[in-house]
């Protein structure tokens, strides 16, 4: 019967027939008398409320032509449910968000909680950082589970990921490093997008004041960002700037890099491609309205709509819309440390 209601919960309507009834409980019950059983406990139940427009059949039990699915009884039971394995499941397990998703995605992630159990009440809590596979395998015998399978998910769902102390697996994080700014106890950090724009800039890094200057490779710094620490071991405040194309996919980089680590807009270089003319192209893209509308906030009122008007367009500014000396000369001569920032 949960089996059932959990397909009701997901059932993409609000109301169901009997033939579709008759679909869930597949080959459950042999005969009428079975199936109409199983129905009006339903009924009782409240998770099935007669559609009273469409009447009953004639036969006996008589059941409802068509129900209305009452998703409300069937939370109640499935935070009921939710409750007991509180009390099943290691206390460090914690069950809240799932109070807030689809039952489904419950079920589906049960299996691997009973893994965590297990791994928690015979191992405890590590004291060593691993990688990832190597975890990831301890826990629940797939080290590809946490990177590739979505063990990172439920490891963040139920507040456990840092607390097992785990190495992401990505690609180290590439930069070069400014010798006469490592020991600042203020640090400035450029993450640039693209290939042109870093072998740009990397000649003129001594006349910054930037300790680093990290190449982005697109989307892939937002996994290897997580290594800056471990590979850029320097006791600083930390603030990090970004420059990328001024396109969706560009915004959408910064908002997801944003998440892991604050970076900045580094607005001089941004500032310097609204002076140009944009180009069109990369219609393809999507526009991902929470990166734009938070990245355009960064921005003066009259700058900001200019850029979203381009976007709109189907036009784009492509880091490459400044060339060399124009990048090195705002790099050498901006006033970043009058930026606002808010400390990492």
Not at 25 to 34: K, N
Not at 68 to 84: C, F, P, V
Not at 120 to 131: A, I, N, S, W
Not at 181 to 187: A, V
């Amino acid at each position: 019967m949960n089996d059932v209601k959990q397909q009701l919960a997901e059932f993409q309507r609000k109301t169901i027939d009997l033939d579709q009834l008759g679909h869930l409980f597949g080959s459950q019950f042999q005969t009428y008398e079975a199936f109409s059983r199983a129905v009006l406990r339903l009924e009782e139940e409240q998770v099935l409320i007669m559609v009273r427009s469409t009447g009953r059949t004639i036969r006996s039990p008589s059941l409802a032509l068509k129900y209305r699915i009452n998703r409300s009884a069937i939370t109640g039971d499935y935070h009921k449910e939710l409750q007991k394995y509180r009390l099943k499941l290691h206390t460090a397990i914690n069950l809240d968000s799932y109070y807030r998703t689809d039952p489904s995605i419950w079920r589906r992630h049960l299996p691997y909680l009973w893994k965590i159990d297990r791994y928690l009440r015979e191992k405890g809590f590590p004291e060593d950082q691993v990688p990832a596979p190597e975890r990831s395998f301890e826990l629940v015998g797939d080290e590809k589970w946490i990177d590739e399978k979505g063990g990172r998910e439920i490891l963040e769902k139920i507040h456990l990921f840092d607390r097992l102390k785990i190495i992401p697996v990505s690609d180290p994080l590439m930069f070069a490093v400014n010798p006469l700014s490592i020991h600042d106890t203020d640090q400035l950090h450029l993450i640039v997008e693209n290939k042109t724009t870093y072998q740009g800039l990397l000649p003129i890094i001594r006349e910054t004041e930037f300790a680093t200057l990290i190449y982005g490779s697109g989307k892939a710094v937002i996994k290897s960002i997580g290594q800056f620490t471990m590979q850029y071991p320097v006791h600083a405040e930390h603030h990090f700037l970004y420059f990328g194309d001024l396109d969706k996919e560009g915004l959408s980089i910064w908002y997801s890099l944003n998440q892991k680590q604050k970076a900045e807009p580094a607005l001089p270089f941004y500032q310097a491609c609204l002076g140009k003319q944009p180009v069109p192209g990369k219609a393809y893209q999507r526009l991902r309205d929470t990166a734009v509308d938070r990245f355009l906030s960064c921005f003066p009122k009259q700058q900001a709509e200019r850029i979203r008007q381009t976007l709109l367009k189907g036009q784009y500014f492509p880091q490459e819309i400044l060339k060399m000396k124009e990048l090195q000369q705002i790099w050498r001569n901006s006033d970043w440390k009058g930026l606002n920032f808010t400390t990492s």
